[in-house]
């Protein structure tokens, strides 16, 4: 019986750790089609997040990696528009512009227009057109190209949201761009059949300013138009809406509205509804509203947990009636948790949580059974992760707050009154479980995501928890 108890209270302190864990697969940042009327009802809803995400300047830049990996596909293969003018025509203008690394790319918060300003500094511009003028005196055909450098090519994102199932997820929507070719450094070579030196100096000063033009045009528009929807698709791809949190329940990673840049970091409001997966998706009713100012640390992700997602995990642990069967000191014992026979507590002390559940014992050979009432005070602590872990959770028991108490007895379906059984089922039960050591519980990778956690903390104050990695 000890033995089972000690498996049981394992199972349920970790259940409540991973509840704390689990949000760490946000920034952990295929389209799914809507009905128009889902649609309008996301955008309509207005929800207090469950858990606020706080994104500092250092964890955007480490981030850049990502987006260096969409940019520099983008930047190849760029077609440019003709140019007629005049007598002169250039066609086939095409080519490619390269970013050397992700540190030549600078992200900046634009507080004032809620928005983010990804400059690409530094690109190798390497292009070729075809060239053809006709004039009284001139027939001239051959072929250019043009090698330079773009010192900066400069892109305003506005953040907002976009749907992907039945949540909502970042999206990007850009607002201007900026392109800066150092002409100085641009080299434009004309290639032509017995063509005088002279005169192709005379063709390429006619043409420079157009072609620049054009080019800086065509590298605008790739931005402001393509670049966008390329980071889209990937968010879209790869932003994790709902994570499992245990057998048969998910929490919705989804945001309630879009993103809230400041000057130095990025707010992220999730959603964080706990639900059971057989019945879907729902959000039972509105948390209180949870402030970001309430954190200052120098972590480079925080969370903040409410209440909300406590009691959201609550409702849901009632909804899944749970049996778990053991052979225990040749004794074939069973225990029922969820339904009617589970009641859950989760309250947030300082440095601390407090837990409450209640599970029902039974032993069928003897036609015996009893309700135990379980609470405790559990401290978690978070540790470095391996190859297949983001990081390991560590729950321990604070001293002296195990309590075990045998509320209802049972034998042959009918209650009796055993208290002095009762409380020396109890007591025996405390005294096994109080000084039992749980091992460390993998927290596993999620594919894609782009950051190693090298160190985290999970600190518990009244209303809430905070999440720091």
């Known amino acids: 019986m000890i ?71 983008e930047l190849d ?50 292009m070729s057109a075809d060239l053809k003028i006709r004039t009284m005196f001139l027939n001239i055909d051959g072929t250019m190209s ?75 528009g790739a931005i402001m138009n393509s670049m966008p929807v390329m980071l889209n698709q ?13 057998d048969g329940a998910n929490i919705s990673l989804g945001i309630t509205s879009a993103w809230t840049v400041k000057s130095d970091h990025i707010i992220a409001p999730i959603d964080g509804t706990i639900f059971a997966v057989e019945q879907g998706y729902q959000r039972p009713a509105n948390g209180e509203e949870l402030s970001a100012e309430i954190v200052e640390n120098s972590n480079n992700v925080t969370m903040l947990i409410s209440d909300y997602v406590y009691k959201s995990f609550e409702k849901t642990v009632e909804s899944l009636p749970m049996t778990h069967q053991m052979e225990v000191a040749g004794f074939s014992a069973e225990f029922q948790n969820g339904g009617d026979n589970y009641g859950l507590s989760l309250t947030n002390e300082e440095g601390k949580v407090k837990v409450a559940f209640d599970t029902l014992a039974s032993v069928p ?55 002095g059984l009762s409380r020396m089922i109890a007591d025996a039960l405390k005294q096994a479980v109080e000084d039992y050591e749980f091992a460390p519980m993998g927290i596993r990778r999620m594919e894609g995501f782009p950051f190693e956690i090298s160190s985290a903390s999970l600190d518990f104050h009244s209303g809430h928890a905070e999440l720091g990695f």
């Open 77 to 126: 293969n760029l077609a440019v528009d003709d140019i007629n003018d005049g007598a002169t025509h250039i066609s086939n203008i095409s080519g490619n512009f390269t970013l050397n690394s992700a540190d030549d790319i600078v992200v900046e918060m634009d507080e004032a227009n809620n928005a983010i300003k990804l400059t690409m500094n530094n690109m190798q511009m390497n």
């Open 3 to 73: 033995k089972l108890l000690r498996n049981l209270l394992n199972r349920s302190v970790t259940k409540i750790s991973i509840l704390f864990i689990a949000v760490l697969l946000l920034s952990n940042l295929a389209v799914f089609a809507l009905e128009d009327q889902d649609v309008v009802q996301i955008m309509n809803d207005s929800f207090n997040p469950g858990i606020i995400a706080i994104i500092t300047q250092q964890q955007v830049d480490q981030a850049k990696q990502m987006a260096f990996d969409i940019i520099k596909d």
């Open 365 to 419: 050979e003897y036609n015996v059974s009893f309700f135990i009432k379980t609470e405790a005070e559990v401290k978690i602590s978070l540790l470095p992760g391996d190859e297949n872990n983001m990081l390991f959770i560590k729950p321990e028991l604070v001293a002296d707050s195990l309590d075990f108490e045998v509320t209802k007895y049972y034998i042959s379906g009918k209650e009796v009154q055993q208290d």
């Open 146 to 220: 043009i090698d330079g450098v773009v010192r900066s090519a400069s892109v305003h994102m506005r953040l907002d949201t976009q749907p992907k199932c039945i949540h909502l997820i970042p999206k990007l929507v850009a607002q201007s761009v900026e392109i800066d070719i150092d002409a100085d450094q641009t080299d434009i070579n004309v290639n032509c059949q017995n063509c005088q030196e002279t005169l192709i100096n005379s063709v390429i000063d006619a043409v420079e300013d157009n072609v620049l033009a054009e080019i800086a045009d065509a590298l605008e």
């Open 234 to 246: 990937a968010i879209n791809d790869w932003y994790p809406t709902e994570y499992e949190l245990i």
